[in-house]
């Protein structure tokens, strides 16, 4: 079993920036790949980006240049640093960890509004 606990939502102005934290713990060794989603009002939930074990990262095109993700391997925490924020992007962030044998675990979500 893995837990995953987000944090760093919030309200901010378009342009702004906020930090996400995602704090894996339980079966951490298990993880092969972390993730951010979202899912907005009326959406379905989207990838936003990924980091493997390995560093790989993986972003959707609408948040390329603006978004970044990253791993603190001794504190079990994966960012998603959100920079440029846009009304578009405003969604509640859910953390994701990809097992090796291919089982999700999801946090329970964060939310960031964007206003404009």
């Known amino acids: 079993q893995v837990q995953l606990v987000e944090s760093g939502g919030g309200l901010v102005q378009a342009g702004g920036s906020l930090r996400l934290s995602c704090v894996a713990s339980?079966?951490?060794?298990?993880?092969?790949?972390m993730g951010w989603y979202r899912q907005a009002p009326g959406k379905q939930r989207e990838l936003v980006a990924t980091?493997?074990?390995?560093?790989?990262?993986n972003y959707v095109d609408s948040v390329k240049g603006r978004f970044t993700i990253s791993r603190d391997n001794a504190k079990n925490t994966v960012y998603l640093q959100m920079n440029s924020l846009k009304p578009e992007d405003t969604a509640v962030y859910y953390c994701?960890?990809?097992?090796?044998?291919?089982?999700?675990?999801w946090g329970k979500g964060t939310l960031v509004t964007v206003s404009s």
């Open positions: 994701n960890a990809h097992t090796f044998s291919s089982k999700d675990y």
């Open positions: 339980g079966g951490i060794f298990s993880i092969n790949r």
């Open positions: 980091i493997t074990r390995g560093g790989s990262t």
